[in-house]
């Protein structure tokens, strides 16, 4: 049954376009397709194997030849995961500053809106998964790295805390390079707030379920990523504290081929369940029916 | 004089001169003490110039230099009867975090802090001070006993950043540090945090979310090491000393956003040039703030960090042309 809901042609939940359009942001025309990101065809940077860019649309981003998971943008990862109608997003309009001056970010900024048509590395908002409500932040890692900062942890922070009023389940879905450098430790501090506002979310015996995709690493992953009372990796996902390019550089360890993949996090007990793209749906919706049963939230 | 940094230089060739002119004078019987006296005048004039703009990337060589006083330095001269407790019961014993019990002002408290080594050999037990996911938890779980005997907790934060190595992943680095976040703040104690050195991300917060958060002077607190920083925006990590200017880490450019609460001054030159000037500032600054939280309910000094952290970050609205229209 389940099935059936996938293979339809389901629109993206639906986001109101206006706000895409506003000044400094990118016009109708220089906005990337979204529906064929790189062409017509698409190259799996895992197997190499070329594809219809429609027909891995329709295979959720994840390579017909080798299972290779995509990264996925917020947007379609609200459109894969949520019911078609009733997506309600909070703080669309919530940018950043540049609070330090830092040299080249604002420049930053403002191109990595035009790369990814979003205005920040985070959507969250209300809507169901199978017809159960449920507040969602999802993060893009198209937008600088999907780092943290101060809207970031904003925005995570007041949908925690929106869900905690509301006494709904909360899923976040997680893809970051860790904190962003250029808000320095305003960043950081973004790691305790949004930890502290998932205390107050847990004391309440509110769900919580991290689901964490390709990659997530540093203060994301050593903070709400980490905190689920269910955590759910994608297939290959990398999650880790410290990328594998530092440890190399620091320590010089050898590390294991699968080092820091979701397997790798299931074999040493940091995850739950590893679990492909094409069944998320199905396994959050069962996951929330289960919790609702006991009435409460 | 030992441990000199690069921009103390002239200092200390003057002090040479003038050493060796006493040396000379008394050798040869001759009489410089006016000369000297001219000399001790234009040393402290340049001293007083030289400490009074320590430039952030000075500041980041301070805060590492070898000879500062670690955490287990301080807590012997800040504390009375510290008694040592070891291990996380889960795994091991972190040697890059030391904690226990000790009285301040004769209270009993629990202390914590990152523990760098003294030599090579102390720094190869310790991790140089940068705790594997067992450090965490152990600092944790003597947390957690504090606030089941309503003892305060106070933490020292002195590292380069949690270890990155392959073993603390495979224990879960991430999920410790995020562990730590969450837990420090649903503690109805008090909790005050000392910045001592070098504050670096993640593995410094794991141990930091306190009530108050207090740095030494010259201490430093940063989302990534400076010289990590350069190495990922110009990758260049010789750029460190540009990325430390950039990324506002100092005690001053902290207090200034408002993410600590005080700064503790060092004896001139730094905390290594006096520890018990170091550790009596400290000592008086840590009575205040616990004096003033006592005055808290547990409910009370949870909400106190709550709204602390709450309230950390700028962000903006875009202008909605749409939303202008309704209003």
């Not at chain 2, 430093?220 to 430390?244: R, T």
Request: hydrophobic share 40%; proline share 4%; with cysteine.
């Amino acid at each position: 049954m389940f099935k059936d809901l996938f293979q339809k042609k389901r629109k993206y939940a639906t986001i109101p376009s206006e706000r895409l359009g506003t000044a400094g942001q990118p016009q109708e025309g220089e906005r990337p397709k979204r529906e064929i990101p790189e062409g017509l065809m698409n190259k799996c940077a895992k197997c190499g194997t070329i594809q219809y860019s429609k027909e891995l649309e329709k295979n959720l981003k994840v390579c017909q030849e080798c299972g290779h998971h995509m990264r996925l943008n917020a947007l379609e990862r609200i459109g894969m995961t949520l019911d078609e109608t009733g997506f309600e997003e909070f703080d669309a309009d919530m940018i950043s500053v540049d609070p330090l001056k830092f040299p080249g970010y604002a420049a930053k900024l403002e191109q990595q809106t035009m790369k990814s048509g979003l205005r920040d590395a985070v959507v969250t908002g209300q809507g169901t998964i199978l017809g159960q409500p449920v507040v969602v932040a999802v993060m893009s890692f198209d937008f600088f790295t999907g780092s943290m900062g101060s809207v970031v942890g904003e925005k995570i922070t007041r949908a925690i805390e929106i869900a905690t009023d509301k006494r709904l389940p909360l899923i976040i879905f997680s893809t970051s390079g860790g904190a962003r450098m250029q808000e320095s430790i305003l960043s950081l501090m973004q790691m305790a707030k949004t930890s502290a506002a998932l205390a107050r979310f847990n004391e309440q015996g509110g769900l919580y379920i991290s689901v964490i995709t390709d990659p997530t690493t540093g203060g994301v992953s050593a903070s709400f990523a980490t905190l689920g009372d269910i955590n759910i990796a994608e297939p290959g996902a990398v999650f880790g504290f410290a990328g594998r390019i530092v440890i190399e550089q620091t320590i010089r360890q050898k590390l294991p081929d699968d080092f820091q993949t979701a397997e790798f996090n299931l074999a040493h007990g940091q995850l739950d369940m590893v679990i492909h793209r094409k069944d998320m749906r199905s396994m959050l919706g069962k996951l929330l029916e289960m919790h609702a049963v006991k009435g409460g939230f | 004089m030992s441990g000199v940094l690069p921009f103390e230089t002239p200092l200390a060739e003057m002090r040479k001169k003038i050493e060796e002119l006493k040396q000379f004078g008394q050798e040869k019987g001759i009489d410089f003490t006016d000369e000297i006296a001219r000399l001790e005048e234009r040393y402290s004039r340049l001293e007083e110039e030289i400490y009074s703009s320590i430039s952030p990337s000075q500041k980041m060589h301070l805060a590492r230099h070898q000879q500062r006083p670690t955490s287990l330095d301080l807590i012997q001269l800040i504390f009375t009867d510290f008694i040592e407790l070891h291990g996380d019961r889960l795994y091991g014993d972190d040697l890059a975090v030391v904690g226990g019990l000790a009285k301040l002002n004769g209270v009993p408290v629990t202390v914590l802090g990152q523990q760098r080594g003294k030599d090579t050999k102390d720094n190869i037990a310790r991790f140089f001070g940068s705790p594997h996911p067992e450090g965490f938890r152990k600092a944790l779980r003597l947390m957690q006993q504090a606030n089941k005997f309503n003892r305060p907790i106070i933490t020292f934060i002195d590292t380069k950043g949690a270890y990155p190595g392959n073993t603390a992943e495979e224990r879960g680095q991430s999920e410790a540090i995020a562990r730590n976040l969450r837990e420090m703040s649903t503690f109805g104690v008090p909790i005050v945090c000392v910045v001592i050195g070098e504050g670096g991300s993640g593995g410094a917060l794991a141990m930091a979310v306190g009530n108050r958060v207090l740095m030494l002077e010259h201490a430093i607190y940063s989302v990534i090491s400076p010289n990590g920083a350069a190495s990922i925006l110009w990758k260049d990590a010789s750029k460190a000393d540009q990325a430390a200017e950039a990324m506002k880490i100092t005690a001053q450019d902290l207090l200034e956003m408002e993410v600590i609460e005080e700064i503790i001054p060092e004896p001139k030159g730094g905390a290594h040039r006096n520890y018990e000037e170091t550790a009596s500032a400290i000592q008086s600054a840590l009575i205040r703030h616990l004096t003033e939280l006592s005055a808290m309910d547990a409910c009370e000094l949870k909400e106190d960090r709550y709204r602390k952290f709450r309230k950390i970050g700028e962000f903006d609205f875009a202008k909605n042309e749409q939303q202008d229209a309704i209003m």
